[in-house]
């Protein structure tokens, strides 16, 4: 390992930016949750660590402005430097570290690491994006409940190593902890009382709360190595402030004011920004908070537009009946919105100039309708995901009609699928548009699921539906294919779960 010694004669230039508060060899390890990187370009990442010697107590970390060294190299044994340099963090952001290097050569592995005192953080391996290469490997990952099971998928992606991960949500839950509870796992009844690990505390509302929560996730070994392996791009999903919010709407109104839901919001946004290898920190004017983190990634072959279905999406109608609601006159409304008409006027803009082979949206909920009643008169949907917001979506798939080869990703439902987007939705004989995968959870159980295979023989443009096991999507681009294959463990209560292929779909057989 490159030390601390060696570094500082190798930068020394360096040592005299900013001094070093508190730090040495007779203090607790700083690096414990490990590293990330994300944001891939072309010639740029951001590099990721937050500083916790104890992780589990706010971080542990004394007030005041703290230096931080890194390094950038060529090379896995960190012999050949390419980047580095001396950033600051303080209390005022956790301690968390962002920094974004630039300057780099597109579609090439690089190396990094953080040097605090006599500390040295773990090695993480990144890789920047290639907008002219010819294939890219994706990971998809979503909704890994820490108490229902193990993280052992992400030990899985973490050897495959892919050239980005994207994580479209519920990366924590905000619950209580739970009694510890074992059950058989083919009991979808019994499946929600499953309590393998437990949380930390109380239903968590405050910063304090969301970091220490933030922390617990992040000291599981194999999500560390998910992330030291690749590249990250990250958008949230509800649980990382309540379920089944809807912009400064909470799920349940009548337990907290609007005055106490955006206070909760903003301290949870900016919980994640210091758990994230994200560009941009929060937006706060006053008790409003604001998060940027819809964008776009050219990945050799595919565009991927990356959407944030929660910060500004309208409230939802027709009742919140699980797994699904019948449907009322207020779907009809042309205004409903998962994405704000700014962020659907940047989406169709960036659509409108893309050459790539595919067109990606990565997003959060299942896009096309999966209808939960035998008859027409009855049919259910769940409000929460797209069938919920039929009017914006129907604008979107028109858009994709326009493009090459659409492709939805999608998480949330804890249960993974393959089907067919229609430009006619609710009409499997109308033309074909795109394919949407939605990927399973990491490690959250699915005890809908009966109600869900259920209704797939209602639902004729759905090529695979699994909601039994855990796991996460691969997928691999090339000019003429996407091929995506669903992984799945063996065992999500088993810290030693196995991995495997359940099922593979290539578009160029489609």
């Known amino acids: 390992m490159f030390s601390r010694r060696r570094f500082l004669l190798?930068?020394?230039?360096?040592v005299a930016l900013t001094p070093l508060l508190g730090f040495g060899s007779s203090t607790q390890?700083?690096?414990t949750l490990g590293v990330a990187s994300g944001c891939p370009r072309d010639n740029s990442v951001v590099l990721w660590t937050r500083l916790a010697p104890k992780p589990l107590q706010g971080g542990g970390m004394p007030s005041g402005i703290v230096a931080v060294r890194y390094r950038v190299c060529s090379d896995p044994s960190m012999k050949t430097t390419v980047r580095q340099g001396v950033v600051q963090t303080s209390e005022i952001k956790g301690h968390s570290v962002h920094v974004t290097v630039d300057g780099l050569r597109p579609g090439r592995e690089y190396w990094y690491q953080f040097y605090l005192g006599d500390d040295d953080s773990p090695i993480g391996r990144t890789r920047t994006s290639d907008?002219?290469?010819?294939?890219t490997t994706l990971a998809l990952a979503a909704c890994q409940h820490y108490e229902s099971g193990y993280f052992g998928a992400f030990r899985d992606l973490a050897?495959?190593?892919p050239d980005c991960v994207i994580h479209v949500g519920d990366y924590i839950y905000e619950g209580a902890a739970?009694?510890?509870y074992t059950c058989d796992e083919n009991n979808s009844k019994d499946l929600e009382r499953q309590v393998v690990r437990q949380h930390n505390g109380a239903e968590i509302t405050t910063l304090w709360d969301y970091r220490n929560r933030y922390a617990l996730y992040r000291l599981d070994s194999d999500l560390q190595a998910a992330h030291a392996a690749s590249p990250w791009i990250v958008?949230?999903?509800d649980h990382e402030i309540d379920n089944n919010?809807?912009?400064?709407?909470?799920?349940?109104?009548?337990?907290?004011t609007e005055l106490e839901f955006k206070v909760r919001r903003l301290a949870a946004l900016q919980a994640y920004y210091e758990h994230m290898p994200l560009e941009h920190p929060p937006v706060i004017n006053g008790i409003d908070a604001t998060l940027h983190m819809h964008d776009v990634y050219r990945m050799g072959p595919a565009q991927i537009h990356l959407l944030d279905t929660r910060q500004y999406r309208s409230d939802?109608?027709?009742?919140?009946?699980?797994?699904?609601d019948f449907p009322c006159d207020a779907l009809q409304d042309p205004t409903l919105t998962m994405t704000g008409q700014a962020q659907e006027k940047w989406l169709f803009e960036h659509l409108r100039k893309s050459d790539a082979e595919f067109n990606v949206l990565a997003q959060q909920t299942w896009f096309s309708p999966y209808r939960y009643a035998e008859n027409d008169k009855a049919k259910q949907w769940n409000m929460d995901q797209w069938d919920g917001y039929p009017i914006q979506r129907q604008r979107i798939i028109d858009r994709l009609a326009d493009v090459s080869n659409p492709v939805v990703l999608s998480g949330d439902w804890h249960c993974a699928n393959a089907n067919t987007i229609h430009r006619d939705p609710l009409d499997s004989n109308s033309s074909i548009v795109g394919h949407e995968f939605a990927t399973s959870s990491i490690s959250s159980n699915c005890p809908w699921k009966s109600a869900v295979h259920d209704a797939a023989p209602l639902n004729e443009h759905v090529h695979y539906v699994n909601g039994d096991k855990r796991g996460y999507l691969r997928s691999t681009v090339t000019k003429n294919n996407w091929k995506s294959e669903y992984r799945v463990m063996d065992k999500q209560t088993s810290a030693e779960a196995k991995a495997s292929t359940d099922y593979e779909f290539n578009t160029r057989d489609a």
């Open 29 to 31: 390890y700083p690096f």
């Open 316 to 324: 939802q109608v027709c009742g919140q009946g699980f797994p699904a």
């Open 131 to 135: 907008s002219q290469a010819l294939t």
């Open 245 to 256: 919010w809807a912009n400064n709407t909470p799920q349940d109104p009548w337990a907290q």
């Open 10 to 14: 190798a930068s020394s230039s360096l």
């Open 235 to 237: 958008a949230m999903d």
């Open 178 to 180: 739970r009694p510890l």
């Open 159 to 161: 050897k495959w190593a």
